[in-house]
C-alpha cells in the first residue's frame, strides 16, 4: 500500500527552524522523485521543493531559496525540509509528494502521483 505520512509540524515563533519529514512507503522508493507543496491558509497550494531520485538534484521556490533545505535518505525511504528563520508567511499546510515520471522532480502539481495527508506549520510573528 503507498503511503506518504509527514510529521514535523507545529506553532513556531519568526526566526525560528523547523524540520519536516515525510516517510514513504513506496513500491521502490528511488524510482520516485520528492517534493513538498504548501497550502497557506485561504490560498492554492504551492510548490516549495523538490529532490531527485538520487537526492543529488534540487529546486526550490524562488520565496524559499537560500531559507529551506530538501533532502532524503534512500536507506530510510524519507524525505526532509529543513526549514530555517522562518516567518509569518511560511504558514500553511505542508504535503509531501511522490513523482513516478520526472526524474528529477517537477514544480507542477499535476505532475505528482501520491500525497501524503499534510502537517501544519504555524508560524507566529
Known amino acids: 500500500q503507498v503511503q506518504l505520512v509527514e510529521s514535523g509540524g507545529g506553532l513556531v515563533q519568526a526566526g525560528d527552524s523547523l524540520t519536516l519529514s515525510c516517510a514513504a512507503s513506496?513500491?521502490?522508493?528511488?524510482?520516485?522523485?520528492m517534493a513538498w507543496f504548501r497550502r497557506p491558509p485561504g490560498k492554492e497550494r504551492d510548490f516549495v521543493a523538490a529532490v531527485s531520485r538520487a537526492g543529488t538534484n534540487t529546486k526550490y521556490a524562488d520565496s524559499v531559496k537560500g531559507q529551506f533545505t530538501i533532502s532524503r535518505d534512500n536507506a530510510r525511504n524519507e524525505v526532509y525540509l529543513q526549514m530555517n528563520n522562518l516567518k509569518p508567511e511560511d504558514t500553511g499546510d505542508y504535503y509531501c509528494?511522490?513523482?513516478?515520471?520526472?526524474?528529477?522532480?517537477?514544480?507542477?502539481?499535476?505532475?505528482?502521483?501520491?500525497w501524503g495527508q499534510g502537517t501544519q506549520v504555524t508560524v507566529s510573528s
Open positions: 509528494a511522490a513523482d513516478l515520471t520526472w526524474i528529477t522532480g517537477s514544480t507542477n502539481a499535476d505532475d505528482y502521483d501520491y
Open positions: 513506496l513500491p521502490t522508493f528511488t524510482d520516485y522523485a
